[in-house]
């Protein structure tokens, strides 16, 4: 596949992964290639960053693991934070053992990442059988998903509990639960009294039908105004019910020992799990013919605005260049960017984050012209 086929047009791709094609949707609607990488140890500081930087990025790489208090209301917010601001969700888990190891490390324990991450990533040093059980272990939680809710629904005035916590609370979790599942039409009995309502015990039964289709149309914005972005958002809809792996087959870091080889066996295995494998973390784009993998990319970064004024690529003195974005996506023909530090220690992450993200979009963009020019 060319580096210079527009990612619209790769959407439309067949056999192309369902989460490959809405975020490549996603994308060229929000016109952001930007990854940010979460590294922080509290939820409050996760939180806050998903909001501060969730309009300019496509997709928030989590290291939930490092974080001190994550739980299952970190996890709800997160979700809630995603789908408000159009992004996906990545744990940078980088799964590495028996197949019966890596399946409880994926759906068990406090993160319980299977349920909530759109996608992961694992190395294929344990073998290829690790993406065949990480594949398994993601089937069956979308397939849980099937299941009964049980509830309390207030008639009337909502009661206080003695903990502080509204009880409202706890009914408008799991309406905005069944409404994202498409099956609320289920509302709040009113009480024109206005006295206490009383507890009603309800189960309400969640039917979902998890399928891996692809979407049933391609949705861009195109360069036209935020309304129309946004309503090519709507169009295109919650993600689908799907999950997705992502090969680790290149590092960044001095001395790794990812050789050709090694990238190559990655290349075997993505083409051979291509129904879960979305594509790869990769220093370039590791596309051959009849491929439409992602490759996202990290050691990226940008000199400081000050910098950028005097010059777009300035070493540290030491022989050392900064790799930006224009060499990232408009060289090596990666698609996302993936950027940490330089984001979370800027003084405003969400200017920040637009920067780069118009960074990437400008090389992505260059790139693709390059076709119309030859």
């Known amino acids: 596949m060319s580096q210079t086929e527009p990612l619209c047009a790769r959407a439309e791709l067949p056999n192309t992964h369902p989460l490959t094609a809405y975020l490549l949707q996603l994308i060229s609607i929000k016109h952001s290639n930007l990854c940010v990488s979460a590294d922080v140890h509290t939820s409050s ?12 990025i496509c997709v928030l790489k989590t290291h939930a693991d490092i974080v001190d208090d994550f739980n299952e209301k970190t996890i709800k917010r997160l979700v809630e934070i995603s789908r408000r601001k159009r992004f996906l969700l990545f744990e940078d888990r980088k799964f590495g053992d028996i197949g019966s190891t890596v399946q409880s490390q994926y759906t068990r324990g406090p993160l319980q990442i299977s349920t909530w991450a759109h996608l992961t990533n694992a190395h294929i040093f344990p073998g290829p059988a690790i993406i065949t059980a990480l594949a398994a272990a993601a089937a069956s939680t979308l397939s849980s998903f099937n299941r009964s809710v049980s509830t309390e629904i207030y008639a009337g005035t909502p009661r206080v509990s003695s903990d502080g916590d509204d009880s409202s609370d706890r009914e408008a979790e799991v309406h905005d639960y069944i409404e994202h599942l498409g099956k609320s039409n289920s509302r709040r009995p009113e009480d024109d009294s206005g006295r206490k309502g009383s507890v009603v015990k309800a189960t309400t039964t969640i039917s979902q039908t998890v399928e891996t289709a692809t979407l049933s149309r391609s949705v861009s914005a195109g360069e036209g105004e935020e309304g129309d972005r946004m309503e090519a958002l709507d169009a295109l ?30 290349m075997q295995a993505a083409r051979e799990h291509a129904d879960f494998v979305a594509g790869y973390v990769s220093q370039r784009s590791l596309n051959g013919m009849g491929d439409n993998f992602l490759s996202f990319t990290p050691g990226v970064s940008l000199p400081s605005e000050e910098e950028a004024e005097e010059e777009q690529e300035k070493g540290d003195g030491l022989g050392q260049q900064y790799r930006t974005p224009r060499t990232v996506v408009g060289k090596d023909g990666c698609d996302i960017i993936i950027v940490g530090r330089g984001i979370l220690n800027a003084k405003n992450r969400g200017r920040e984050a637009e920067r780069y993200r118009k960074e990437a979009w400008r090389a992505y963009e260059e790139r693709v012209t390059e076709k119309r020019k030859r």
């Open 45 to 56: 500081a996760l939180l806050k960053l998903a909001e501060e930087v969730g309009d300019s």
């Open 237 to 266: 809809g919650e993600p689908p019910h799907s999950r997705g792996l992502l090969l680790l087959a290149e590092m960044s870091s001095e001395g790794n020992l990812m050789t050709g080889d090694y990238t190559r066996r990655c």
